[in-house]
């Protein structure tokens, strides 16, 4: 059974940081592609990074600079890094696992980032 255990999310100031974590299992985790997407309210999902299995890494352009996604294949987590948040980094953050194929992929519940003053 595939779980996903995320967390770090949660109300920080603009200019602050915080770290989400995404702890799973049920899956060969090593073997997949992890990505973290977030969905803001009236707004559609966006991919804001992904990292290989090998650890090769991708962002959108609105977080290059400031986020940085990385993987503990030990621990079977994935982190996003988030530094000098802006409010429109406000949104529902999710993690997502696909494997190589692009036959099986699995979604976090999500975790809610709120940068406010």
């Known amino acids: 059974q595939v779980q996903f255990v995320e967390s770090g999310g949660g109300l920080v100031q603009p200019g602050g940081s915080l770290r989400l974590s995404c702890a799973a299992s049920?899956?060969?985790?090593?073997?997949?592609?992890m990505s973290w997407i977030r969905q803001a309210p009236g707004k559609e999902r966006e991919l804001v990074a992904f990292?290989?299995?090998?650890?090769?890494?991708n962002y959108a352009d609105s977080v290059k600079g400031r986020f940085t996604i990385s993987r503990d294949n030990a621990k079977n987590t994935v982190y996003l890094q988030m530094n000098s948040l802006k409010p429109e980094d406000t949104a529902v953050y999710y993690c997502?696992?696909?494997?190589?194929?692009?036959?099986?992929?699995?979604w976090g519940q999500g975790t809610q980032v709120t940068v406010s003053s």
């Open positions: 049920g899956f060969t985790f090593s073997a997949f592609f």
């Open positions: 997502y696992a696909r494997s190589a194929s692009g036959v099986s992929n699995y």
């Open positions: 990292i290989s299995s090998t650890s090769s890494t």
